[in-house]
């Protein structure tokens, strides 16, 4: 199964809602994770199941979809998400990621 | 308090062999499948290979089916990957990754990682 994310990057700012979107190319119903991972950091789980939130991530996070189509929503963004974030599904072996999505705060 | 503590990476020459480590604590170890997970420099997140709680199912990535060994000791909380035939698409920083069930769940937890660079 491939997960292709888009954009593989983007620019914005301070207090800005932020959507990024991750497709897989056949059904996984909700297996579907998100990642963000800082320079030199190991990736950081921060939601799971397509909408459940990790616990301690802040609820300014979110995610929804299913089955192909999966979104990552940042509703109001802080400089501390400048960082690279990442799905994954977890349908089926081989698990794949998306390539990523690099987000620079303006 | 969840830790993983990765080690055993390091220079190796193609051909080479080595055994990567990581050392699990803060949770019951045999309750939970772990994976391994790495990154090639630059590049973006590749999974590797996964082992049931119990170490009775295993499953590989098709880049290292034949070439990797994953397995655990519960009884020391410790997770192993043996790489043989290393190649030098194999450089990568290697994580070991806690998952949040079974097989089919995310990674909850990750190890800081630890460097396999493969050259001569």
């Known amino acids: 199964i491939q997960t292709t994310q888009s954009p593989s990057s983007l620019s914005a700012s301070v207090g800005d809602r932020v959507t990024i979107t991750c497709r897989a190319s056949?059904?996984?119903?909700?297996?579907l994770n998100w990642y963000q991972q800082k320079p030199g950091k190991a990736p950081k789980l921060l939601i799971y199941?397509?909408?459940s939130l990790q616990s301690g991530v802040p609820s300014r996070f979110s995610g929804s979809g299913s089955g192909t189509d999966f979104t990552l929503t940042i509703s109001r963004l802080q400089p501390e998400d400048s960082a690279t974030y990442y799905c994954q599904q977890s349908y089926s072996i081989p698990l794949t990621f998306g390539q990523g999505t690099k987000l620079e705060i303006k | 308090e969840v830790q993983l503590l990765e080690s055993g990476g390091g220079l190796v020459q193609p051909g080479g062999s080595l055994r990567l480590s990581c050392a699990a604590s803060g949770f019951t170890f045999s309750s939970y499948a772990m994976s391994w997970v790495r990154q090639a420099p630059g590049k973006g997140l590749e999974w590797v290979s996964d082992i049931s709680g119990g170490g009775d199912s295993t499953y590989y990535a098709d880049s290292v089916k034949g070439r990797f060994t994953i397995s655990r000791d519960n009884s020391k909380n410790t997770l192993y990957l043996q790489m043989k035939s290393l190649r030098a698409e194999d450089t990568a920083a290697y994580y070991c990754a806690k998952k949040i069930g079974g097989i089919s769940s995310g990674f909850d937890y990750w190890g800081q990682g630890t460097l396999v660079t493969v050259s001569s």
């Open positions: 199941a397509a909408s």
């Open positions: 056949q059904g996984i119903a909700s297996y």
